[in-house]
């Protein structure tokens, strides 16, 4: 298939260009100007770049003209840890996917994948799974903005008829994530013989590996699948529990300070994905369980130290 990705730079949509390649697929992507490729790796040289920003409808059309899509994988998104989810970025992000589905749509492609995230489901502690029919209710710009772009998707598919698809994503990690976040940030600290300061990490989580993240995005997309589908591992885990794991891979228990930091506000005990859709609709399986994916990540971020101090 012609497959047209946006964000094609970023964590998430790297992988996603790579694991198109490796199937077979005739891979366009979008990036704006200056963007870093190193995530995207060796299979850089054999897909089709289109050098524009989302916000820029004119560079946008250009480069849907000339990609043709059979299918469209749309990730790109503000994603800055610790901004993401109050930024008035969100809002033009938000009418930016709009304009661009549509711009889509008028084309002709018969599949679009957008991709959103658990944050638009209303917190519950109740302990239960989020099923996709679980009450919505986000508390962020950042939620509530995915959310509207899900239902202006189901007006863009109503219209034209092309088959969307929703993927919301939950907690994920792996290689070459922003090094502010949790599992990357407790991880270069050990390695560096430095200690990890967390959360008490009672929180219940479901954390999913970014290529697996990846793989199912493509599996959706190939599939007959429309509407929202969690993209997830289903197990739940308490965030400690994954913090001393990191702590006895690398050799450095001792510097774990697991309780050192205050809870932030307003974070639910229990995020788990229900992803019975997502495995009944595509023959997708997940390729890391959490240990050989943790082990996969530490030995990455090692590599990246070394490189850095020779």
Known sequence: MRVLVTGASGFIGSQVVRHLVDGGDEVHAIARAGSDLRRVGLVRDRVRWHE??????????????????????????????GVYLHTPENVEHLAAGIRFASLVAETGCPRFVGVGTNLEYRPDDSGAELKETSPLGPVHLYGACKLALSVALEEISRKHGM??????????????????????????????????????????????????????????????????VNVASGIPIAVRDVVARIGEIVGRPDLLAIGALPYRGNDPKHVVGDITRLELGTRWKPAYDLDNGLRSTIDWWREQLVSAAT
Do not use: C, K, N
Request: glycine share 8%; proline share 7%.
């Open 52 to 81: 524009a920003d989302l916000r820029d409808g004119d560079a946008m059309r250009r480069a849907v003209g000339e990609a043709q899509p059979e299918l469209t994988i749309h990730l790109a998104w503000t994603a800055e840890p």
């Open 163 to 228: 088959g969307v698809a929703w993927a919301r994503t939950f907690l994920l990690y792996g290689p070459a994530e922003d090094p502010r976040r949790l599992v990357p940030a407790v991880i270069t600290s050990l390695l560096r013989g430095e200690p990890a300061q967390t959360t008490a990490g009672e929180q219940i989580r479901d954390y999913l590996h970014v290529a697996d993240v990846a793989s199912a995005l493509v599996a959706i997309g190939h599939s007959a699948l429309t509407g929202p």
